[in-house]
Structures are given as C-alpha cells and as structure tokens.
C-alpha cells in the first residue's frame, strides 16, 4: 500500500498517477502532464509494446546549449543553485525545494477506491473496461467506448451519440444518424435537406446597383427578390419607383450680379439674385459698379491728389513720395537733415550736417590706432603692459612718454617665481609630516602631507587618518584595517548585510524574495525568475523542472522507470 505502479512496474511511495483509468479512442493519447487524451500524430519508429511514436513540435529552448554544473540546473538559459541537488531521501519520500517530503503519511488510513497521494485521501477514478457515461467511482463518469459501433462518447456530455457519416454521400443521401447528408452540389447550390436534392442557391443583387423601379432579380430561375431598385442619375433620387431632381440652389457669389438664381430642377425656384462682378466691382442693385479705392500716400509723388480709381470718387490727403535723402515737406520734397557719427570724424573737426542751412551738435573724434581725442587734438593713449610679461624686478614702461606705470615685472623661467625683485626656485623639504609648515625660500610656505602607509593626511585638520582598506573579493565582515568591517562577498545565494542591533557589524544572510512568488517562477539568489524547463516543456507542479533520469507525473519528479 505504500507503493504505486507506475508504467507497469511497483515504486515506492503515494504518488498521483495521472493517466490512471483514463481510456483513450484509437488515434489518441494520453497526455501525462495534463491527465487527459490528446491526438496522437503517428511517425514510423519503433517504440516497443505498449508505445506508439509520436510528433511532437516544440520551440526552441534557450537551455540546449548551457551546460550548468551537477549541483545546478538551467532556468531561461542561465544556471541556478538545484536545492535538491546531493538530498538523499527515504524510500517513499521525494525531495521537493530541497526538503524530503513524504508521500503516505495519511492518517486515518485511506478506504474504498481512494488512496494516499501525498499526506491526503484522494478519490482514483476507475474507467478500465467501462462503457460511456458508466460511473467513475467517485461521482464523475466514464469517457469509454460505445456498444453501438456507429456511435462516440461525447467528451463533454459523456454520452454515446450518433456520429454522422457522410463520406463518399451526396446531397439527400442518409448519413446513418437519421439526417441527410448535404454535399456534392455543385457552385451556386445548395442542399435542400426536405426534398434531398441540390437546388438553385438565390442571390439578390443590392438595391442600388439596380435601375429606380424595376424588379430586383434573383440568380435562380423562377425566383424573385424582394423590393426593386434605388439606381438613379446624378443629383437625383429614387421616390416611389421614379428617379426625382433633387433641388439644389447656387451660391448668390456664383451668379452674375442682378441675375435670378435659377435651381437645378425646373418645377423648383430659389431665393436673391446673383452678386457675382469683375475684380474692382461691386454688385449694389442689381448692377455691377467700380468698387472706390485709394493707393497708399508713399506711392503717389510728394503733394501730387490721390486718385481714387473710380471716375467722381475722391481720396483724402495728398502723396508723399520722395527721391532718397529727402523728406515730404508741405507738399515739396526737401533735404532730409542727417548728422554722421562723431567717430567717422577727424579728432577737432566740426560735423557737418548734409542739408544746406542745417547744423549738427560736437566735434569729430576719430584718431589713428594708439591715441585718444583729447580737447580737440589726437594725443597717444596710455597703456601698461602686464606685470607677467616684464622681467622680475624691471620696471613696467608705459607706452606714452611722459606717463607711467606703476609696479615691476614678476616674469621668471624654469618654474621660479619673483621674490624681492629676483627670481628665486621654491624648495620644500622631503617628506615634511602632516600638520607641520617650513619656509620654501622664496616667501611661501610649504605644508606637510606625509603620513604612514595607510594613512591620509587632512588638510583641513593637518592630522594623519585611517584609509579603509577592502581589497577586491574580501569577505563579508572581514577587517577593513581601520576597526571596521568590509561590506564583502558571499557565497552564492547569500548577500552582505549590516546587523540591524549593531551599527557597522556586516554578514552574510540568505537572500529571500518577500511575499513569496508567484506559481510557475521559483525564488532564485533573493529573485523571481521564471523556470524554463529543457525541451520547453512545462515545468511540474509550480515552477520545478525534473532533472535528466525524472519525469512528471501529477505535478512531482518522480524517478524515471525505463
């Protein structure tokens, strides 16, 4: 009782069988992943007693060309710790997440047609040698064969119904379930089951492809359609089996002025008249006249009437327009007065306006390069170099005689700098400790920086500190060398965490994923990923691929047999 047989042969364990009982017609199945018949798509290879050679197409495994170590296997082409890997469980026990679990603990003992199935009773349908429709022992029923050959178990009534055969039958002809079978009509018939022949399949063209009136026609001899054609003419419609105008009055702008608006059916009229004139008119009474209007004042010449284009109208005002340079001024065109800049003047000069009897305001300014206009007479223009392009201790020369510059030069070479005049080379001593000063020699200041290996100087405190040291690979909590510990590494499947009572205390703690995660992913290195399994078949159970020598039955690996 603690074993069950599978495939012929008695393993130990309650393990769910799923394929047991069910009976599958000739050309079926039965598919131990789902428990129930598929079709069987036959091929020519030699199986043994009991099997049949099956197709079966499936995609492609992104797993067929990873190769994980023994203690691993492959999930969407990468590998992954396998928690049973090395578990050794008791006969009657399976591993399952890396714990023995077993399979016949079920207490009170299992009676009648059910038996232990990990830990529970479970019901086992029994459909061996049963008719259709015959109970399964546990209030279902059996999908099993007919006494009448000319009948099939119906999958979803579970019932034994006639199944029509029609092959090589044409229209009228019984189809063995007392019906009529109705193919071999020809193209444009179909078959009349009550007179068991083919006839004329009718056809009714659309309305509209049909002439206002007339009968529609049926594709079959003798019939009719119902109703008669909508076909009419353009702008008319079909009204009582006639085509009628539709009326249809012009826009007032498409009509010549003055003229009545005609509409396109002539038992019907429109409103106005039409407004339509020639570019520069206006439709006022019925009549089409000039339209008045006034060029722009800058186009007609200064003091010159405005004409207004229509014959007895008048514009208001007189031109403008002038030759360059000059300016509409009581209806004649004068000098337009214009000062230049005083810079386009020589220095002392005065600016003369360009208009005869106009003036203009100052005196030029314009020098030559290096001087500046001073009280009306060009002067040079003071200016002091840089001191970085005088030699130390020269005076700095401005360029205007009589003028000076205050300072001297600090240009020096070879990475010396100017002190007291001369050019003089910083020194600092070797390895001056952190914190401490000396003089340079040429009035700087050296500050030191030395420290111990490990150690880093602080400027800002001239003290010598600490510096962490966590080489790469260093253990999760091993010493940083300062009194502290490195945020280090971990053995697969852990991570490097701080404790949470004790500040700067690091180790290693298994990773989870919170929430737990959903069925057909598994929990891997703290992350849900989803399992692939090889050969891209479904994983067993919620997300467990079984390894090379397992197969599933009932959502378990369980040892493979042959």
């Known amino acids: 009782e603690d074993h069950t047989c599978v495939e ?32 069987l ?74 038996r232990c199935v990990f830990g529970s009773c479970v019901c086992q349908p029994e459909c061996s040698g049963k008719a259709c429709g015959e109970s399964d022992g546990c209030g279902g029923q059996c999908e099993g064969p007919c006494a009448d050959n000319t009948k099939t178990c119906d999958e979803d009534l579970l019932q034994c119904v006639c199944t029509p055969n029609c092959s090589g039958k044409t229209c009228g002809d019984a189809d063995g379930c007392n019906g009529t079978c109705t193919g071999g009509c020809d193209s444009g018939d179909i078959c009349d089951t009550d007179k068991g022949m083919c006839v004329c399949n009718p056809q009714c063209p659309s309305a509209a492809s049909i002439a206002c009136g007339q009968a529609i026609p049926s594709s079959c001899q003798g019939m009719t359609c119902n109703g008669t054609g909508t076909k009419c003419g353009s702008g008319e419609t079909c009204k009582n089996g006639q085509c009628e105008c539709v009326p249809l009055c012009p826009s007032a702008g498409s009509v010549a002025c003055g003229e009545a608006i005609s509409n396109r059916c002539p038992d019907a009229t429109c409103n106005g008249t039409g407004t339509k004139c020639a570019s520069g008119e206006v439709c006022s009474n019925g009549s089409c006249e000039c339209a008045p209007w006034c060029p722009n004042a800058n186009t007609i010449t200064c003091g010159d009437t405005i004409p207004n284009r229509c014959v007895g109208e008048t514009c208001n005002g007189a031109g403008t327009k002038c030759p360059g340079g000059q300016m509409c001024s009581n209806g004649s065109c004068v000098c337009a007065p214009s000062c230049p800049a005083s810079n386009t003047v020589t220095c002392g000069e005065p600016i003369e306006n360009r208009c005869v009897g106009s003036s203009c305001n100052g005196t030029g300014t314009k020098c030559p390069s290096g001087q500046t206009c001073s009280n009306g007479a060009c002067v040079c223009a003071p200016s002091c170099p840089s001191a970085g392009s005088v030699a130390c201790g020269d005076p700095i020369q401005n360029t205007c005689v009589g003028s000076s510059c205050n300072g001297t030069g600090t240009k020096c070479s070879g990475g010396a700098t100017c002190y007291n005049g001369s050019c003089c080379t910083p020194s600092c001593p070797a390895n001056l400790a952190c914190g401490q000063t000396a003089s340079n020699g040429c009035g700087g200041t050296c500050n030191g920086t030395y420290c111990d290996t490990g150690y880093a100087c602080n400027q800002q405190t001239g003290i010598c500190d600490c510096q962490p040291t966590c080489l790469p690979g260093a253990a999760c909590g091993s010493s940083d060398g300062c009194g502290g510990e490195c945020i280090g590494s971990c053995m697969t499947g852990y991570q490097c965490a701080e404790d949470t009572e004790m500040t700067g205390d690091y180790e290693c703690v298994a990773k989870t994923c919170p929430g737990g995660w959903p069925c057909g992913k598994s929990c891997v290195l703290g992350e849900c990923v989803s399992v692939t399994c090889a050969g891209g078949k479904p994983a067993c159970g919620c997300g467990v691929c079984c390894g090379p020598n397992e197969y599933c039955s009932g959502g378990v690996c369980i040892p493979s047999l042959g």
């Open 8 to 39: 012929g042969k008695c393993i130990a364990g309650c393990i769910p069988v799923t394929c047991r009982g069910v009976v599958c017609d000739d050309g079926e199945y039965c598919d131990s992943t789902s428990g129930k018949c598929a079709p």
């Open 41 to 114: 798509t036959p091929c020519s290879a030699s199986c043994g007693d009991g099997k049949a050679c099956n197709i079966e197409c499936i995609p492609p495994n992104p797993c067929d060309e990873v190769k994980c170590k023994a203690n691993e296997y492959c999930s969407g082409g990468e590998c992954f710790p396998n928690a049973c890997y090395g578990v050794k469980c008791d006969p009657g026990s399976f591993c399952i997440n890396g714990e023995c679990t077993p399979t016949c603990n079920c207490d009170p003992k299992c009676t009648g047609n059910t």
